[in-house]
């Protein structure tokens, strides 16, 4: 009889000591020095960029951005980019935590076995999900800021943003069809996230995946609770914020920028959505920073 192939195990005391909260975050480029192993605690991976391939339990995948994996205790795997050329990284988000949070959260939500049964090793030795909405990449990211920042109440933030994760991928799992209906809304996703600056018409999202428009709308509704408009309208003021907080460009070229060229119309929307003008929003944010700077 073969005896099993061991691999390295990587501890969780490399990421937190015995006074520590037991979670930890980081943003990954892989490459090939990491060889495969496993570890004694629980992993969350998200594909945040690129293409590659993850060595699993006993699979070679090839993944994508909004890839998702839970890594349970003993199942060995390592992601490898395609090649080693500049542009061509893979970029991994990875939630480590120990498995003693699932017991703290099955204190704060009890009752919730199945959802916490992911962590757990089954047949395959592991859990895949595709990201859909972004829904996936939206926590993920939070995740990461909350342990990167470490503000008050990180420990709190961090277990309810775990939880949600761990909800949504078992929703996902559960859906049935609808779910499988609101993934198709993936090409939609992504083209208005790369075209938001440019006009966008509805005929152009509906023949992504091959639906009507008028299905394509309900279905969109459904998924984010906003219609296609609003959702892009969303999406141009919270680029014109990020340009506000972080460049010097004027309100004009930042209209510009996110997808308006009738400035009444971004003044007005502006007002509507954040409830103070582009001029306004730009000065708390410098008064904000100066307060925090000489308090």
């Given at each position: 009889m073969k005896e099993p192939r061991s691999h390295p195990v990587l501890q969780g005391n490399i990421y937190w000591n015995e006074d520590q909260f037991p979670l930890h975050v980081?943003?990954?480029?892989?490459?090939?020095?990491?060889?495969?192993?496993?570890?004694?605690f629980v992993e969350i991976n998200f594909v945040a960029e690129g293409r590659g391939m993850h060595y699993i339990a006993e699979d070679s995948l090839e993944v994508k951005r909004g890839d998702l994996f839970i890594i349970p205790t003993g199942t060995a795997h390592v992601y490898r980019p395609l090649t080693e050329r500049n542009g061509n990284e893979l970029i991994v988000y990875n939630c480590l935590f120990a498995p003693e949070l699932i017991e703290r959260l099955g204190i704060a939500f009890p009752a919730?076995?199945?959802?916490?049964?992911?962590?757990?090793?089954?047949?395959?030795?592991?859990?895949?999900?595709?990201?859909?909405?972004?829904?996936y990449r939206t926590l993920m990211q939070s995740l990461y800021r909350e342990h990167v920042l470490r503000l008050p109440g990180t420990e709190a933030a961090l277990l309810s943003l775990l939880m949600q994760l761990l909800i949504s991928m078992h929703r996902n799992d559960k859906g049935g069809e609808e779910s499988l209906s609101l993934r198709q809304l993936s090409p939609v996703f992504e083209h208005i996230a790369v075209h938001y600056q440019?006009?966008?018409?509805?005929?152009?999202?509906?023949?992504l995946v091959s639906l009507s428009i008028p299905y394509l709308q309900r279905l969109f509704k459904r998924a984010t609770g906003q219609t296609i408009v609003e959702y892009i309208q969303n999406l141009r003021i919270e680029k014109s914020c990020e340009l506000l907080r972080h460049t010097e460009f004027q309100v004009q070229e930042i209209a510009?920028?996110?997808?308006?060229?009738?400035?009444?119309?971004?003044?007005?929307?502006?007002?509507?959505?954040?409830?103070t003008s582009p001029h306004q929003y730009r000065q708390s944010v410098l008064n904000q920073t100066l307060n925090n700077l000489y308090p």
């Open positions: 980081n943003r990954e480029k892989e490459a090939f020095s990491l060889p495969l192993h496993c570890h004694d919730q076995d199945e959802v916490f049964s992911q962590t757990t090793r089954g047949e395959r030795g592991y859990a895949s999900f595709s990201d859909r909405n972004d829904e440019e006009p966008i018409a509805l005929r152009t999202l509906a023949g510009y920028l996110s997808g308006y060229k009738d400035m009444k119309f971004f003044h007005r929307l502006f007002k509507k959505k954040t409830g």
